[in-house]
């Protein structure tokens, strides 16, 4: 009886285990932008698992009703990071509903600029025109130039006629990162410029997310950490990209060509 007694002691004494953290990932599944949802869900899980972290992913619909979605993860306290994406980031009223939650945006999106918020895209950001709507773009410009928008299917879907430059910090996955992603669920799309994006933050925020329980220690976490990815060293310097690469695609169908 008195061993029974110590082990349950013991047990009593010893500390809680921690949750494994948890980020959301806000982004379009659904309606007309519901290919960026699928293009960087699953690269942004294999990044974590890539990372070795044990960090969970809650995949969140945006493609309406973004504020309260968006609300509703402020609301969930396990939530310590969010990763965003999507025509939608460029309503204030969106990124704001997270109240300071560290926020991780693949691209530029038009987003507002906040404190809590990092933009995976270069700081000179008049070099990439803001184009946010795929109905509200009229091409009155051979030598159009754009940044996340036109690096969508669908776009090259509305506009056949049309060979815009897309400027964006992504590469292509190359053969190798497709088949991982692509190998990682069932019907996964294959994998565009905004998935290698989504891979590198998974990497990013599996090594910053290590040892935290706040959302003020990951905000600190964010802020700090760097790593090397698929697209090259990853650090924030007043929420942008710091030396983030620049890139540039012809579109030509649905086909994204390098620009040298």
Do not use: W
């Given at each position: 009886m008195a061993a029974l007694a110590a082990v349950l002691l013991l047990a009593a004494c010893a500390p809680a285990r921690?949750?494994?953290p948890r980020v959301a990932l806000l982004a379009p599944f659904e309606g007309r932008y519901r290919e960026i949802g699928y293009d960087v869900l699953y690269a942004l899980r294999l990044g974590l698992a890539d990372s070795g972290s044990d960090v969970i992913v809650n995949a969140v619909d945006i493609s309406r009703e973004a504020d309260l979605r968006a609300s509703a993860v402020a609301n969930d306290p396990a939530i310590l990071a969010v990763i965003a994406a999507g025509p939608?980031?460029?309503?204030?009223a969106v990124l704001g509903a997270l109240h300071g939650i560290p926020t991780i945006?693949?691209?530029d999106w038009d987003a507002p600029h906040d404190?809590?918020?990092f933009f995976m895209a270069p700081s000179q950001t008049s070099t990439i025109p803001a184009v946010v709507a795929l109905d509200t773009y009229h091409w009155d410009d051979d030598d159009a130039r754009g940044g996340d928008v036109f690096a969508l299917r669908e776009f090259a879907r509305l506009n056949p006629n049309a060979d815009p430059e897309v400027i964006i910090s992504a590469a292509l996955p190359d053969e190798a990162l497709?088949?991982?992603i692509q190998a990682s669920g069932l019907f996964v799309p294959e994998p565009r410029l905004h998935a290698s994006l989504a891979y590198d933050a998974g990497l990013f925020l599996g090594g910053a997310l290590t040892g935290v329980h706040t959302r003020t220690d990951a905000l600190d976490a964010v802020s700090r950490h760097e790593t090397t990815g698929y697209n090259g060293t990853l650090t924030f310097d007043h929420g942008w990209w710091r030396d983030a690469p620049i890139r540039r695609y012809q579109i030509s169908g649905e086909m994204l060509t390098p620009v040298d």
């Open positions: 921690q949750p494994p939608q980031l460029s309503d204030t945006v693949l691209g404190p809590a918020i497709s088949q991982r």
